[in-house]
Structures are given as C-alpha cells and as structure tokens.
C-alpha cells in the first residue's frame, strides 16, 4: 500500500464510490460476506462496475481454498504464473504431507470477552490442516450443529475435559488480540494453567495476519476490507486501475473525503437553520416575526392575532433536533461499542425505554 501497488476503496459494507469510479474500475470482486449488503452490490452494478463474488470460503479443504489463486489468475490474465505458483505450494508442503502422523493432539482455540471458548469445528479447514501437519485436533467430533459458521463457543468445563490433556494448544489471536506470554494466556483463563501444553511449554499463538483482514480495523465481523490491485492488462485491453488511482484520487479529484464531509455537513447544518426558521414564522400557528420576537410587542401582536400567547405556538424543532441529534449518537456509540452494524436505539431497546419513561412520568406527575 506504502509501494501505491494497492488504494484502500472503503470497507465492503461501505465502499468509496467516488474512488472506484475515478479509477474506471472494471471489475469489483468481493466475497460472500456482500450478500449481508446486497444492496452494495446493487448499486455498484448500477454504476456499470460488474461485481464477481468468489466463493473460496465455501471450500472445505484448505488446499481448495488455495487453488482458488487459479481463477483470479484466469480473471488476470496470468493463468500460468498462478498455476506455477500454486504448484510451488503444494511442493512446499508435500514432504509434510508424506509424513506420518505424529500422534499430538492440538486444540485450536481462543477465549471471547465473556469468558467462553471459541473452537473451529471438527469439519473446518484449520482442523484439516491440523491432521495434515500430522496432529489431531481435539475437537474433531464437533460437527454442524444446524448452522454454517465455522466455528462455536464451548463452556469452560467443556473445553477443560477435552483439551487439558492436548499436547500442543494453539491461541488464536486474530479476535482477541496477540498472547505473547503463558502468563498472559493464564491471566485471560485461569485454568488453562492445569492443562499439559502450558506446563510443557508447548504453547503457540498466531499472528493477527492469520486470516488476512478478515474481522476488519474495527473489531469482528466486519468483513473482508476490499482493496484494488493493480493488475495485468487485460488481453486486447487497457490497465483497469489508473496512475491516478493508485496514487490516490487527490491529484484528478482535489476535494478528499474529509474536505467533502465537511461542506456536506455545513451545508446540512445551514439548511436546518433555514427550515427552523420557516418552522418559526409558518408553524401549525402562523405568526409574524414581529410577534415571534417576543416582548411586550410581541405578546400583544400575538394576542391580537391568535388571542392567546405566541410562546404557546412555538415549534417542536427546538426540543426536537436536539432529541434526534441525541438518538443518532446513541446508535453511533452502540454500533461502536458492540462492534456490530445493526445495533441501534431501537434494536437495543433505548427508545423503548425512553417512551415507557415518558409515560410513566405524564402518569405520575
């Protein structure tokens, strides 16, 4: 990215329009996690951007995943140097893979904020590549338990009976963050320091890298964050992504996003003064700006008007803009603290919860 090889275009959820499109991008290739966003999906094919979903994560075996470098090779124009490098791989591991088994047994595992084990599932790709390194994965009897993830959360006394005896355990570091240390493994759970592996010192943890981007920069299950590469020209065809793009959209397009976000919401903020205004002079009780100014003046002008006082005409934009100010912030801050995209006020239960106040307290006072 630092090279101006690859142009970060906004999370899979929430691409860049403006940046794919500057950069005449011919093909948008995601996974299957746009199926949560189709509408993503729809409004890049209304842009003309044709979009392929790849379905790697669908394969079983981990050097199915792997061939998948064949068809994006294909898609490229570089069938044979994709073929060659797949072929390298699998010579790679072959002497691996002619071993025989070592007998270890290993669990794959991590410890989620509420104190449960999360384990890959007997069936998925890691405890495949666990029995191809010549291990067996603990868990192997877990199987489908009616749904397609990959993985589930376990007890601790489960996770004790089965895996305190394993010879090797594997932390996974990818949702809950790097363990460089056995204390640090033991501070996340206690008991782990009963089980063989910690004493033995036969304790390992992986990379944050290890399923590249897959839980995006703000926390879990945001999905892969989609990046342009530039690639070969097509056969016949012109480079899809531009000098332009991939220097970054500034020089052909000078107003970045933040320079654009700030006049939008000058703007946004300028028309709601105007429409307050309106509000005030042609409300559900029209008044004149001489009465809506209040005073003496005003209180006679509003009496002669409407026979009654203009303050009792005031519009609800006042006390309203703010509450709705303060219930788009709160869905803001719930998306942000449980980390998923649907969480909101109203999902929660927060505006459930305000007018049950409201009620209670026009009932009791």
Not at 99 to 105: A, D, L, R, S
Not at 120 to 132: E, H, L, P, S
Not at 150 to 168: G, K
Not at 239 to 260: A, I
Request: aromatic fraction near 10%; glycine fraction near 10%; charged fraction near 15%.
């Amino acid at each position: 990215m630092e090279a101006g090889e690859i142009t970060y275009a906004g999370k899979y959820s929430a691409p860049d329009y403006e940046c794919i499109l500057a950069a005449h991008c011919s093909l948008a290739i995601e996974n299957t996690m746009i199926y949560h966003t189709p509408e993503v999906k729809e409004q890049l094919e209304h842009f003309g951007v044709p979009v392929l979903v790849e379905r790697s994560s669908y394969e079983s075996g981990p050097l199915a995943r792997m061939e998948w470098i064949k068809f994006i090779g294909l898609l490229l124009g570089r069938a044979e140097e994709a073929e060659r490098v797949f072929s390298e791989k699998i010579a790679r591991i072959e002497p691996v893979l002619q071993q025989e088994p070592t007998g270890k047994t290993v669990a794959f595992f991590s410890v989620t904020g509420n104190n449960l084990i999360n384990v890959r599932k007997g069936g998925d790709y890691v405890a495949q590549m666990i029995g191809m390194a010549g291990g067996s994965y603990v868990f192997a009897d877990l199987t489908d338990n009616g749904n397609s993830l990959s993985t589930m959360n376990l007890p601790q006394e489960t996770f004790y009976a089965q895996a305190r005896d394993a010879d090797v355990l594997i932390y996974n570091s990818t949702i809950e963050g790097v363990v460089d240390t056995r204390e640090q493994l033991v501070k996340k759970c206690a008991m782990l320091a009963d089980f063989k592996a910690v004493q033995s010192g036969d304790c390992w943890c992986t990379s944050k890298s290890f399923f590249p981007a897959e839980h995006g920069p703000a926390g879990p299950h945001f999905g892969y964050e989609p990046c342009l590469h530039r690639g070969c020209p097509r056969p016949g065809g012109a480079d899809p992504l531009t000098e332009n793009f991939l220097t970054g959209c500034e020089k052909e397009y000078p107003m970045t996003t933040p320079k654009r976000l700030t006049l939008t919401y000058l703007a946004l903020t300028a028309g709601l003064l105007v429409l307050f205004g309106m509000n005030l002079l042609w409300g559900s009780v029209s008044l004149t700006p001489q009465c809506r100014a209040g005073g003496p003046a005003g209180q006679r002008a509003g009496r002669a008007l409407h026979g009654h006082h203009p303050a009792a005409a005031a519009p609800p934009g006042g006390h309203g803009d703010p509450a709705g100010a303060a219930l788009s912030a709160a869905g803001y801050l719930l998306q942000t603290f449980f980390a998923n995209p649907i969480a909101g006020p109203f999902v929660m239960g927060v505006s459930s919860g305000a007018k049950l106040a409201v009620a209670l307290t026009m009932v009791v006072f």
